[in-house]
């Protein structure tokens, strides 16, 4: 029996796999929240893994005060390196693994929709604000911690998405079963289905692999053929025209809030492709997966 805690009790990535991880009954997966104190008068000693999810994301950049700004090094770097040193503290000298997850965010979340991005192992961290420089932050205090003993295994998933995720996938639904017409810009994204990355999760908890791992699907998604496929599901055929290209190409130029906008919906941005995880399922059954819930 393999004892996995995950920290984040109500986060849609630890539901997400403990859900998938109930098909699997050689595992005991617990669940408990970090906000606030009493989770500092549990004992961790009992559990091989634990899955640290907990933390904040989503935020609007632009609209943050400092206070809130802080709020994010507080839980997504401060509250993360207490977990783990009360983990390593309460196993003692027993062998463990603590699995941060971590946010292609820290790479900076610059994108065009007229020049691909590729993002290796070698590329250096740039995060172009608070919430992927909380995440970077986060990574570098836990390394320490790390020895033969205790692994630290740091996840850096691209765009997840998945039955009631949040994030940019709800905005792509709503556009989907409302426009008829969309525009076909051939852009490509790394994305992660859910259970792709559960799936992942749980690969590297049996082989107790510790490291920087970059788990994303087989196929980079273009926007277009998501937003397609979303609506198909739902009966509707909705039109792509290139034709419309040139006033998104002409929108992404704009300076501010409405170029970033466009940039980000249509822009490039992928992680090199690797044998090292690759999502067994593909986008067309995810989106079914997806949007039968």
Known sequence: MTRILITGKSSYIGTSFERYMKDYPE????????????????????????????????????????????????????????????????????????????????YGDQVSMTKKRVITPLTKPKPSNFYGDSKLQAELKLAPLESNIFQLAIIRPPMIYGPNSKGNYPQLRKLALKLPVFPDIPNERSMLFVDNLSMFIKQIIDKHESGIFFPQNMEYVRTSHMVKEIARFHGKDIKLFSWMNWSVYLLGKIPGKIGDLSNKAFGNLVYEKSDKFVGVIEMKPSIERTEKC
């Open 27 to 106: 595992y005991e997966i617990d669940m408990i929240s970090v906000r606030g104190d009493e989770w500092k008068d549990e004992d961790f000693s009992d559990y091989d893994v634990v899955f640290h999810v907990a933390g904040l994301a989503h935020a609007d950049v632009g609209t943050i005060s400092k206070e809130e700004q802080q709020k994010y090094y507080d839980i997504n770097c401060d509250l993360s390196v207490e977990v783990a040193e009360k983990y390593k503290q309460d196993r003692g000298g027993k062998e463990s693994q603590f699995i941060y997850m971590s946010s292609i965010i820290i």
